[in-house]
Nanobody, 126 residues
């Protein structure tokens, strides 16, 4: 059974930094795509950052220059480093994994991912 578990969320002030981690078990993701999405109530799940099975990364324009994504060589942990946080970054952040082996691009739609974590809340106060 493949599971993804996020950690590292919390309440921070605008301008602060926060690091989210996603721990996978049941399978290594080092040759598959993984991504971070976020969602606020009433809105669709939004792509934040991702890394493909060929280690190509992509960052959403809304967070480019402030967020970065990384993954360990074993493909079991993926991190999202967030800096210069803004109140509009407030959301539940989800970790996701796909089933596309060695894909050379990052998938940005939620339906492209089959494995999901339970989410971790990030709240940025002004």
């Amino acid at each position: 059974q493949v599971t993804l578990v996020e950690s590292g969320g919390g309440l921070v002030q605008a301008g602060d930094s926060l690091r989210l981690s996603c721990a996978g078990s049941g399978r290594s993701f080092n040759r598959y795509g993984m991504a971070w999405f976020r969602q606020v109530p009433g809105n669709e799940r939004e792509f934040v950052a991702g890394i493909s099975g060929r280690d190509i990364t992509r960052i959403a324009d809304s967070v480019k220059g402030r967020f970065s994504i990384s993954r360990d060589n074993g493909g079991t942990t993926m991190d999202l480093q967030m800096s210069s946080l803004k109140p509009e970054d407030t959301a539940v952040y989800y970790c996701a994994g796909d089933n596309h082996l060695h894909l050379g691009r990052v998938l940005t739609t939620p339906r492209s991912y089959v494995y999901w974590g339970q989410g971790t809340q990030v709240t940025v106060s002004s």
